[in-house]
């Protein structure tokens, strides 16, 4: 009796998952089906105004600025920390001394651990003015979320990155040095081929962190309805508009929130869907 | 040494100095990151910020609701994803349903904090008519369950087959083998995975902007608005005037450490175990 009960009850909080899930896409679509009604889905993400109309009521709401800030935010950030993150790995396993790898490899994923919120809070004190004094424009722009979104991922892309490089086995690598490869070409030809998988992986992981991350962004991107003509200019992001605006909203503006959430959770459901299926396929 | 090898040398010295070069700049703006909060945390922690509320520009009840809001998550989220992990190891184990499960949570885990928020408000502060505790805790919550599933499930597969099989031998059922053999002997992975857990969803804001909320002053009252630490560092931060930001930055070096602490907790009670 106890036992088919257990067995039921572990059952059915593994089908939560699924429910939640279904859940989350069924009530984002509940919230937004006035929004969904009213502008469509090609027009809604091809119009840049976010208006609210008189008396609070109705208004005209598009989506693009939002989508583009997002879109464009992410970008930088990957530019900037695959590369990076992408040499710590590389470092920590194939050129760093023995002694420097336990403590660097430790301080990487601590750093993966800090909530984001820090990451923002350095960007606005501290990041975005010298950037500023660098590159002219505005201290919160575009290219300061961009950067602090990548400095919050560099930690998390070079960890899992370093754990799928460790799974080159030795041997491969001792051929190819016994054939006189040098260690560039052992990376290049063994290595990357090797955990190729992982490592994009990683990367996509990565990508689908920096789209829905709120917090690191919030502080940096500057929060205003624009679209930015240069890099340094200020512009906003779907989490920091919900983030921003969502507790103030009114009846059609609200529905709209819901659907640019409906939105984001879409575009970050595909990535990691993607990042799953054809790159972390065989790793349990 | 031909014009060939010479490429090859200099191209491989190339390489290996800008994968050093990247990994010091990389580690160079953690670094600062990290100096920036021991400056700044030694600056603006005194011992009266944890006797007094938020009114009176102290983070006692915003230390106390952060702990009570991600408790409470934890009392939510933990035994579901136990027993969710349960289940895909020991009964579903490689089933189609399982993999299905299995793939689903880890895309849940990457989810955006913030639509989970959008979701909890949708059903648990719009129906209602107003931000509540219980709402703020249940967006946690749900962060949690896919990350206690996931080391559930892989701490599990960490246990001996041998050890089921001689439970079994002893006329034990499934569950009581699952009760007192599995989950004992996997004891130490799973407190490590519920204590990673719990760090990660301690220092989320985004999921409890617009469910908890904040709350200026002391409650453990969940059916109103609670005080939030990650809330008030963001809302305090944007604040022009000096005392308010000095007090984000206090609010930001309590939390980090806190989430370091754990971390560093859980990396020794892993360790110790491997050495025994």
């Keep these: ?86 040499g710590i790995a590389v470092f920590l396993t194939e050129i760093s001394p023995e002694k420097l790898k336990a403590p660097v490899g430790i301080a990487i994923e601590l750093l993966a651990a800090i909530p984001s919120i820090i990451y923002g809070m350095w960007g606005l004190f501290y990041f975005g003015p010298i950037l500023q004094k660098l590159f002219g424009g505005q201290s919160n722009s575009l290219l300061t979320a961009g950067l602090v979104l990548g400095i919050m991922v560099i930690p998390f892309m070079a960890a899992i990155s370093r754990d799928a490089i460790n799974t080159t086995p030795s041997v491969l690598k001792e051929s190819a040095y016994a054939m006189g490869a040098t260690r560039f070409e052992v990376v290049k030809d063994v290595i990357f081929p090797y955990a190729k998988r992982g490592i994009i992986g990683s990367m996509i992981l990565s990508l689908g962190r920096a789209l829905g991350e709120t917090m690191a962004v919030a502080f940096v991107i500057g929060g205003v309805f624009r679209f930015p003509h240069s890099l340094t ?52 | 040494m031909n014009a060939t090898q010479r490429r090859r040398l200099l191209l491989n010295r190339l390489i290996l100095i800008l994968s050093t070069a990247a990994a010091v700049i990389g580690l160079a703006f953690l670094f600062w990151i990290l100096t920036t909060l021991l400056i700044k945390g030694i600056d603006s922690i005194h011992w009266r910020i944890f006797t007094h509320d938020l009114v ?64 909890i408000y949708g059903i648990l502060v719009a129906p209602v008519g107003g931000f509540n505790g219980w709402a703020g805790s249940v967006a946690l ?64 804001t985004a999921p409890l902007l617009f469910t908890s909320a904040n709350n200026d002053y002391f409650t453990l009252n969940m059916d109103q608005q609670f005080p939030s630490l990650t809330v008030s560092i963001y809302q305090l931060a944007t604040f022009p005037d000096k005392p308010s930001q000095n007090l984000a930055w206090a609010g930001s070096v309590i939390l980090t450490a806190l989430v370091l602490l754990i971390n560093l907790t859980t990396r020794y009670i892993f360790r110790k175990r491997k050495i025994k």
Excluded at chain 1, 20 to 33: D, E, H, T
Excluded at chain 1, 37 to 42: I, K, M, V
Excluded at chain 1, 247 to 268: C, P, Q, T
Excluded at chain 2, 85 to 98: H, K, M, P, Q, T
């Design chain 1, 233 to 284: 200019q200020p512009t906003i992001s779907i989490p920091v508009l919900l983030a921003n605006n969502f507790a103030e909203a009114g009846d059609l503006e609200l529905s709209a929130m819901f659907y640019m959430a409906l939105i984001l959770f879409g575009i970050s459901f595909i990535t990691i869907t993607i990042a799953k299926f054809f790159f972390l396929k065989d790793q349990k």
């Design chain 2, 141 to 204: 919550a749900i962060m949690m369950i896919p990350i206690v599933v996931s080391t559930t499930d892989s701490m599990l597969s960490l246990v001996p087959q041998e050890l089921r099989e001689a439970g079994i031998a002893l006329g034990a059922s499934k569950a009581q083998v699952i009760l007192s053999i599995v989950l004992k002997a996997a004891k130490i992975g799973l407190v490590t995975g519920i204590l990673l857990a719990f760090a990660r969803v301690v220092g989320e």
């Design chain 2, 56 to 119: 009176e520009k102290g983070l006692r009840n915003l230390i106390v609701g952060q702990m009570v809001l991600a408790g409470v998550a934890s009392l939510i989220g933990v035994p579901l994803g136990l027993l969710a992990g349960i289940y895909l190891r020991e009964y579903g184990v490689n089933s189609a349903f399982a993999r299905f499960i299995r793939n689903l949570s880890d895309v849940m885990m990457s989810a955006p904090s913030i639509v989970i928020g959008v979701f």
């Design chain 1, 1 to 86: 009796m106890f036992n088919r009960l257990f067995r039921l009850s572990s059952y059915s909080a593994a089908t939560l998952v699924l429910v939640i899930l279904a859940a989350i896409f069924g009530v984002l679509y509940y919230y937004a089906r006035d929004a969904i009604h009213d502008f469509g889905f090609w027009h809604f993400i091809t119009t840049s105004t976010w208006e609210v109309g008189e008396d609070d009521e109705g208004g005209v709401f598009g989506g693009l600025i939002p989508i583009l800030g997002t879109l464009f935010s992410t970008g930088i950030a990957m530019l900037f920390a695959v590369p990076i993150a992408m």
